[in-house]
């Protein structure tokens, strides 16, 4: 599935959580088309992710599906181990797997969605079981991820690149999301101490903070387009962003063409964070 063209990833293996669906399934296209092998790692028994596995290997490429919850320890420890056992390594890493809210589902928008407006979801009446499960998906998930795939980049003695994906709301408060922005602003500083901790093993780990990207988890804005246009009014490129300029900016960040950047966020955003 190698591009003839352009193959930054020839012989190289990544390992992708939350890659059965939008930002994380279409970075895993790419990676395979650029000649990484990928292991996708996603909700157990997710189709989708089986789907994204057969879209790579019907085009030549090599990925597997393993279904793992970023929440546990074990799941990922097991997951980076599987992915060591198909493909004998690990070189690259993209944390993309994450929740809007506690109640959220991948790929699914429901009239139940909890509204930031509602003053339900405020830090003082929110359930601190909502907070406590979009922080250890969000946070803990990505620490969790991170080191399981560190330990085997340390073991293997050749370096490694990681990516976590983190979001605006690192920078920008928002209202009635306090779960979210507080695990997003963590993931930041986690990749900067990690940045610290794995430069001496060559091993690089930078963010990716997106602004609005239509995706699943962007509560529902190709499906209302009044909410929509309201947002790319706000954008000063006037357009959402798409998964697709999530997975390249995050394919940046784990080529050689970034090898001297770690430790940094970059902002896919349309300009929308800009002066923040």
Known sequence: MADSGVARFQGKVALVTGGASGMGAEASIRLAREGAAVAIVGLIDDPRGDEVVREITDAGGQAIYVGADVSRDADCEAAAQATVDAFGRIDLCLAAAG???????????????????????????????????????????????????????????????????????????????????????????????????????????????????DTPMALGLSQDEERRAAFERFVPLGRLGEAADIAEASLFLMSDQSSYITGQILHPDGGLFTGS
């Open 99 to 213: 929740i809007l809210h506690a109640q959220y589902v991948s790929g699914e928008v429901s009239d139940d969605d909890p509204s930031p407006r509602s003053r339900e979801t405020h830090i003082i009446n929110k359930p601190i079981e909502y907070w406590e499960k979009v922080l250890s998906v969000n946070l803990t998930g990505v620490m969790l991820t991170n080191r399981a795939v560190a330990r085997r980049m340390i073991a293997q003695g050749d370096g490694g690149a990681i990516v976590n994906i983190s979001s605006g709301a690192a920078k920008i408060p928002m209202v009635g999301s306090a779960d979210y922005s507080v695990s997003k602003a963590g993931v930041w500083m986690l990749t900067r101490v990690l940045a610290l901790e794995l430069a001496p093993h060559d091993i690089r780990v930078n963010t990716v903070a997106p602004g609005v990207i």
